[in-house]
Each structure stands twice: as structure tokens, then as C-alpha cells.
């Protein structure tokens, strides 16, 4: 549950994920407004709008919110001397929709529905902002799932590919340096048939970057490397000369790399 930042018109604002829900800092949004934020929070979470609203998220995600509980605060929420903290709230409603943390990083938190609320109670633009900001990052974030996801399949593919080598390639006169070099032309082969270089022909050519030509390559690229891992392994087995693989390999990395881009874009256009 360790917490992430957004930037928001210079307001750095945590969140976090926690049973299965994003919550967002309540405390940060407030610093938007003042340097008391718990007194502003307070003061939103005392109006009879917050309370009913506060009642029908948690009625709506909460099998165990007490509604007896909570229409005492309801009923309360009219009189002028009436004060509601998050940790009142939460203690008496048994609510799990705000929930407070201290130390490093704490402050109240909030599910990132009633945070945008109070946003909005804050400043409707601000809350536009936050908003949008919000969205970027968790796209950003399901982007690099689906990149890790996809990196992952060309490494447990990679060993269908060297298995293939191993039966049909690897003979029992090799010296470990022969067979060694044989894993790495395999290797290669794919490079080539896909990015159009080898290995070491991208670290000459990218001396400052860590890791392989491969932890750069894009989803795209990553799904037609484990597609080509298979194939090359059938390829060997058929005892198809190294030449004409690459030939196979990279008419196959062409056409599924447009097919693929294709359907992305499908996705992303404006329905009429």
C-alpha cells in the first residue's frame, strides 16, 4: 500500500491503493485552500449535502455501514454546533470509505469518489484538474502492467525458443563457447527479423542505456517477439536453413506489427 504522488496546479497529492480501491489525500487537496487542512475537512464533512452523500456511497460499498448510526449524524447535521471528523465518522458509521493514516505520508484519506467530491466542494477547476491528472497516471500505470505482462511472455516463450535450439541445433561436437554462440545467433536472429539489429550493434549504438535492445521495445513489439520465439522454434524444427528463417521471421514481424497498430487505432476512433 505504499503511496503515489500527483502533481495538481503544484499541490502534490498522495494516493494509494488499498482493497482493490484508489484512495486519494483529502489533507493534500485541502493545502489547495489552507495550511489547516484538517479544519477544512471538517467543516465540508459537517453539511447535511456531505453526510447524505457519505450515506449513499457507503450504503452502495459498505455491507457493514450502520445506518442507525448513521441517520443519529444526519439528524444531527442541522444544528449550528454540529462537528464531524473523519475518525468520528468512521467510528461511528463503521464507514470504509475514508479511513486516516500517520506518520510519513499520512493525513485523511478518501475512496477517489469522495475525494473528487470534496475537490469539487474545494474548486470545480481544480477538481477538473485533478481529475484529468488523475486519469493520465492511472493509464500510465495500466500501460506499464501491460508492458511488464507482455515482457514476461517473450521471456517464458524464449524457453519453447531455446529448447528448439537445444534438440535440433546443439550437436554433441560443440565446445560450451560454440554452443554458447549458438543461443546468442538464435537470439539475434529474432533481433534482426525484428528491430533490424543485432544486440551488440544496439549497445554500440546506445552506450548510456541499462539492460538490452529488448527491455526498450514497446508492447507492440514485445507480443510479435514471443509470436516469433514459436514460430523460429517450429522453423528449427523443420529444419528450415537459418537464411530463409529470417526471410519467414521478419515478413511475420511486418505483418503483425501493422495488423496490430491497425486495431489500436480502430480502438481509438471517434465513434459516429
Not at 554433441?172 to 528491430?195: G, H, V
Given at each position: 500500500?505504499?503511496?503515489?504522488?500527483m502533481?495538481v496546479q503544484?499541490i502534490?497529492?498522495?494516493y494509494?491503493?488499498?482493497?482493490?480501491?484508489?484512495?486519494i489525500?483529502?489533507?493534500d487537496?485541502a493545502r489547495?485552500?489552507?495550511?489547516?487542512?484538517?479544519?477544512?475537512?471538517?467543516?465540508?464533512?459537517?453539511?447535511r449535502n456531505?453526510?447524505?452523500?457519505?450515506?449513499?456511497?457507503?450504503?452502495?460499498?459498505?455491507p457493514?455501514f450502520k445506518?442507525?448510526e448513521f441517520?443519529?449524524l444526519?439528524?444531527?447535521?442541522?444544528?449550528n454546533s454540529?462537528l464531524?471528523?473523519?475518525?468520528?465518522?468512521v467510528?461511528?458509521t463503521?464507514a470504509?470509505?475514508?479511513?486516516?493514516?500517520?506518520g510519513?505520508?499520512?493525513?485523511?484519506?478518501?475512496h477517489?469518489?469522495?475525494?473528487?467530491?470534496?475537490?469539487?466542494w474545494?474548486?470545480?477547476?481544480?477538481?477538473?484538474?485533478?481529475v484529468m491528472?488523475?486519469?493520465?497516471?492511472?493509464?500510465?500505470?495500466?500501460?506499464?502492467?501491460?508492458?511488464t505482462?507482455?515482457?514476461e511472455?517473450?521471456?517464458?516463450n524464449?524457453?519453447?525458443?531455446?529448447?528448439?535450439?537445444k534438440?535440433?541445433?546443439i550437436?554433441p561436437?560443440?565446445?560450451?563457447?560454440?554452443i554458447?554462440?549458438?543461443?546468442?545467433?538464435?537470439?539475434d536472429?529474432?533481433?534482426?527479423?525484428?528491430?533490424?539489429?543485432t544486440?551488440?550493434?544496439?549497445r554500440?549504438?546506445?552506450?548510456d542505456?541499462?539492460?538490452?535492445m529488448?527491455?526498450?521495445a514497446?508492447m507492440?513489439?514485445l507480443?510479435?517477439?514471443?509470436?516469433?520465439e514459436?514460430?523460429?522454434?517450429i522453423?528449427?524444427?523443420?529444419?528450415?536453413?537459418?537464411?530463409?528463417?529470417?526471410?519467414?521471421?521478419?515478413?511475420?514481424?511486418?505483418q503483425?506489427?501493422?495488423?496490430l497498430?491497425?486495431?489500436e487505432?480502430?480502438?481509438?476512433?471517434?465513434?459516429?
Amino acid at each position: 500500500m505504499a503511496n503515489k504522488k500527483m502533481v495538481v496546479q503544484n499541490i502534490e497529492i498522495n494516493y494509494k491503493h488499498k482493497n482493490d480501491y484508489d484512495y486519494i489525500c483529502l489533507t493534500d487537496i485541502a493545502r489547495f485552500r489552507t495550511n489547516e487542512p484538517d479544519k477544512v475537512i471538517s467543516n465540508w464533512m459537517r453539511t447535511r449535502n456531505t453526510i447524505d452523500y457519505l450515506g449513499v456511497w457507503e450504503r452502495l460499498h459498505n455491507p457493514d455501514f450502520k445506518p442507525l448510526e448513521f441517520e443519529g449524524l444526519q439528524l444531527g447535521s442541522g444544528e449550528n454546533s454540529f462537528l464531524l471528523s473523519p475518525k468520528k465518522w468512521v467510528e461511528t458509521t463503521n464507514a470504509v470509505g475514508i479511513f486516516s493514516k500517520s506518520g510519513n505520508g499520512g493525513g485523511t484519506y478518501a475512496h477517489k469518489d469522495i475525494a473528487f467530491k470534496f475537490a469539487s466542494w474545494l474548486s470545480v477547476e481544480f477538481e477538473l484538474y485533478m481529475v484529468m491528472e488523475f486519469e493520465r497516471l492511472k493509464q500510465q500505470e495500466q500501460t506499464q502492467i501491460e508492458w511488464t505482462a507482455k515482457r514476461e511472455l517473450a521471456k517464458l516463450n524464449y524457453t519453447i525458443h531455446t529448447d528448439a535450439i537445444k534438440d535440433n541445433l546443439i550437436v554433441p561436437t560443440l565446445n560450451p563457447s560454440q554452443i554458447s554462440f549458438k543461443y546468442a545467433d538464435e537470439a539475434d536472429l529474432l533481433n534482426t527479423a525484428l528491430f533490424g539489429i543485432t544486440a551488440g550493434e544496439w549497445r554500440k549504438e546506445n552506450p548510456d542505456k541499462l539492460g538490452n535492445m529488448r527491455d526498450y521495445a514497446n508492447m507492440h513489439q514485445l507480443l510479435v517477439l514471443a509470436n516469433l520465439e514459436s514460430y523460429n522454434a517450429i522453423l528449427i524444427k523443420d529444419k528450415i536453413e537459418q537464411s530463409e528463417r529470417l526471410l519467414k521471421l521478419n515478413e511475420m514481424a511486418k505483418q503483425q506489427l501493422v495488423s496490430l497498430i491497425k486495431a489500436e487505432n480502430k480502438l481509438y476512433l471517434p465513434k459516429a
